[in-house]
């Protein structure tokens, strides 16, 4: 699997999560810098973060007011909840637009 493409620039959102500045990943970032554009979220900013739109609807549908009782279960519905929205773009779009 191929992370970056070849003939064109890539864009990734960053956010001030501690791990992008982690040695591992600056290093990652710089060895692809030709291939990439970095655009890092301001500080405190979970609203122009998309994925947390994500992680609402994912709360809202499968862990608000459920309790799951084993950790397997909890598995189960997270896994069925990835999966359905890896195929439904037109849900992800409704949910990050």
Known sequence: ???????CTNAIVLDNFRIHKAQAVQKWLQ??????RL???PTYSPRLNRVERVWRHFRRNVTDNFYFGMLPKLRLAVKAFLTELAHSPAVILSIVA
Not at 1 to 7: A, I, T
Not at 31 to 36: F, I, M, S
């Open 1 to 7: 699997m191929r992370l970056l493409s070849d003939s």
């Open 39 to 41: 655009y890092f979220l």
């Open 31 to 36: 060895t692809h810098r030709a291939q990439l």
